[in-house]
Each structure stands twice: as C-alpha cells, then as structure tokens.
C-alpha cells in the first residue's frame, strides 16, 4: 500500500478506536445487563456485535454520501485536473471545522447519555452534568433500545476520509477504510464488554475523554488533511 492509503487506514483506525473506546455508552450497558440478567458470555458478545454492527452500518450510510458526492464531482470534466488539490484540501478544511465544533462542545458540556441501574434493569436518558433529569425521561434499555441507539449514533469524521477516496474513485481506498473502521469498532466494543464484564477495568478515564471526542477526532483528519496537502502522501 501506498502512503497515502496507510495514512487513511490509521486515521480510521484511531478515530473509530477512540470514538468506541471513550463512550462508556459504547459498552457500560452491555456490561450492566449482562451481569444483572445472568446472561452468558456467548449471549453477551453476540448483542455487542450485532449491535457494533448496526453502529458501522449507520456510519457507512453516512460516509457512502460521502462517496457519492466524490464521485458525482469526478465526472465534470474541468475538475478533473484539480481533484487531487481539492480533495486534500477539502479533507484538511473539515478535519480544522470539526476540531472547532469539537472544542466547542466539549467547553458547552454537551449532552451526553447516561446509564442508570435500577434493581435488575437499566435506564438510559441524556443529560449534561447540571441538569437534572426526571425519571418519566428514562427509558428502559433492552436488547432492540439498545440497537436502535447504536444505529442512530453515527461516526461523523468518517465521512471526508470516504468523501476523499471517493473523488479520487479509488475502490481499494474505499474497501481498506469500509474494512479498518467495521472491524475496528466491532473489536473494540466487544474488548471493552469482556474486561468490564469480567472484572477488569479500563486504562484510562473514558467519561473525561468522551467529552474531547470531537476536538480528537477533528484533530486525527486534521493532520491527514495536512499530509495530503503539504507532505505528499
């Protein structure tokens, strides 16, 4: 592979590495359910991929109109000898907006889900960290409420690392990052699953660094934009 394929395989995998490893929502829930309803660790491992699943396919359906939008460019024929410039920079101008968006909300406390067990169930709602939330706004989690939040949470930054693969109409680009985020996500969810689940707990604090997702995701395209342009990869 060439530079610049190794440059996009390792910014899809530590965006999807970190999106999936900082969200406690990522796995806490299967950990919490798994213990109180006794379920196996067969049973266990098996929602958390599918589940994982259904979060890379919501990703992908967002990052494929990345694709196709690259793709739509590269018929006309006067941008066809400027694509190469404007892909890199269009890569290096998101990845610097969503570092700024990320920042942003990480200094305005976003949102965030939380998880509450109550006797043998477990509730999810969305608060930030001085509000609070009543309980007729939790909604109890089971295996489909648990799907349907994984589909609805797509990875955003994936979508210019496609959206550049895509102007340069490069399948090989394309099923290198398809294949690195999906299997990435997927492991990583069910590691984080399995050490909870057994005990064991995780190297770093995963509740500070969900908050600065955004500003290192944003950074993570940042710097693959920067080589794009200026370092010729």
Same mark, same amino acid.
């Given at each position: 592979?060439?530079?610049?394929?190794?440059?996009?395989?390792?910014?899809?995998?530590?965006?999807?590495?970190?999106?999936?490893?900082?969200?406690?929502?990522?796995?806490? +829930?299967?950990?919490?359910?798994?213990?109180?309803?006794?379920?196996?660790?067969?049973?266990?491992?098996?929602?958390?991929?599918?589940?994982?699943?259904?979060?890379?396919?919501?990703?992908?359906?967002?990052?494929?109109?990345?694709?196709?939008?690259?793709?739509?460019?590269?018929?006309?024929?006067?941008?066809?000898?400027?694509?190469?410039?404007?892909?890199?920079?269009?890569?290096?101008?998101?990845?610097?907006?969503?570092?700024?968006?990320?920042?942003?909300?990480?200094?305005?406390?976003? +949102?965030?889900?939380?998880?509450?067990?109550?006797?043998?169930?477990?509730?999810?709602?969305?608060?930030?960290?001085? !509000?609070?939330?009543? +309980?007729?706004?939790?909604?109890?989690?089971?295996?489909?409420?648990?799907?349907?939040?994984?589909?609805?949470?797509?990875? !955003?930054?994936?979508?210019?690392?496609?959206?550049?693969?895509?102007?340069?109409?490069?399948?090989? !680009?394309?099923?290198?990052?398809?294949?690195?985020?999906?299997?990435?996500?997927?492991?990583?969810?069910?590691?984080?699953?399995?050490?909870?689940?057994?005990?064991?707990?995780?190297?770093?604090?995963?509740?500070?660094? !969900?908050?600065?997702?955004?500003?290192?995701?944003?950074?993570?395209?940042?710097?693959?934009?920067?080589?794009?342009?200026?370092?010729?990869?």
């Amino acid at each position: 592979m060439d530079s610049t394929v190794w440059a996009l395989l390792l910014s899809a995998v530590s965006i999807s590495f970190i999106h999936t490893a900082s969200g406690p929502d990522h796995y806490l +829930p299967f950990i919490v359910i798994s213990k109180s309803k006794k379920w196996s660790g067969m049973k266990t491992a098996i929602l958390t991929v599918v589940c994982g699943f259904g979060h890379v396919f919501s990703s992908l359906i967002l990052g494929f109109i990345g694709v196709f939008l690259g793709w739509q460019l590269n018929k006309i024929s006067w941008f066809q000898d400027i694509r190469g410039n404007f892909s890199g920079w269009a890569l290096l101008i998101f990845g610097g907006v969503y570092l700024v968006y990320g920042l942003i909300q990480a200094i305005r406390n976003k +949102p965030h889900k939380h998880f509450d067990v109550m006797g043998d169930d477990v509730y999810v709602y969305e608060h930030n960290h001085s !509000e609070v939330v009543m +309980p007729q706004k939790r909604i109890k989690v089971t295996p489909l409420v648990l799907f349907m939040i994984f589909v609805m949470g797509p990875s !955003e930054p994936l979508i210019p690392l496609l959206f550049y693969s895509g102007v340069k109409h490069s399948m090989s !680009e394309i099923a290198v990052l398809v294949t690195s985020f999906t299997v990435t996500t997927v492991l990583t969810m069910l590691g984080m699953v399995l050490l909870g689940r057994y005990g064991y707990s995780t190297l770093f604090n995963t509740d500070k660094l !969900e908050r600065y997702m955004g500003v290192v995701s944003g950074a993570v395209v940042t710097v693959c934009g920067v080589g794009m342009v200026f370092l010729g990869w």
